[in-house]
């Protein structure tokens, strides 16, 4: 009788080492007997290259924790942070050699079991997009986003308002809004 599949949250663990020494060897044996599984951690690796390739472009805009921005800044990479107070604005540009935008977005997180963000840019009317779970770190009383980089430059000069949206116990409630008045780049 055949083990059954690994499933993808498994396989995705293994590859990012989360998993403890029993299970990676248990996994390991696992891959040497099943190609179907040998595939789709494949493809899980390749979906992973493929994402680092778009971030480092600054193709992509995510939600982030502070060890992520951490490991951007110990990799040397050219990391330039906008602070945000609770329901601030900020004036904000990307320059020509910066690699990531990062807006330390502060808000208080106590209590808080899940946050959702609703963007919306200025230049598009009544367009909004809506990031729903986001990650956060209650203790640090802030959300980090990262904004698309390679687009931002390009953009004229706009308002980004960000609404997050806490989910409680209690139910739905606005946390804060926040707005960053962009620039393009002047010197």
């Given amino acids: 009788m055949n083990a059954p599949h690994l499933d993808e949250q498994t396989l995705l663990a293994y590859w990012l080492g989360e998993t403890d020494e029993t299970q990676t060897d248990a996994i ?14 494949d493809d899980l690796v390749a979906l992973g ?11 992509v805009h995510a939600f982030v924790s502070g060890a992520f921005v951490q490991r951007l800044v110990d990799e040397g990479r050219r990391v330039r942070e906008y602070r945000l107070a609770h329901n601030g604005s900020v ?33 598009a009317q009544d367009a909004e997009y809506r990031a729903e779970d986001i990650p956060f ?3 640090s009383g802030q959300i980090l986003m990262v904004p698309k980089i390679a ?13 997050l949206i806490a989910h409680a116990n209690s139910g739905q409630s606005t946390l804060g ?8 780049w002047a010197g």
């Fill in 137 to 139: 770190d209650p203790a």
């Fill in 177 to 184: 809004e926040y707005t960053l008045n962009h620039s393009p």
């Fill in 49 to 59: 290259d493929a994402v680092r390739r778009a971030f480092d472009l600054g193709l």
């Fill in 28 to 41: 390991d044996l696992h891959l040497l007997g099943c190609d179907p599984c040998g595939r789709t951690l």
């Fill in 91 to 123: 004036n904000c540009s990307a320059a020509p050699e910066d690699e990531v935008l990062v807006a330390r977005i502060e808000a208080p997180l106590a209590g808080v079991e899940r946050i959702d963000a609703v963007l919306r840019l200025s230049f």
């Fill in 151 to 163: 687009i931002v430059r390009g953009l004229p000069a706009h308002v980004l308002t960000v609404r």
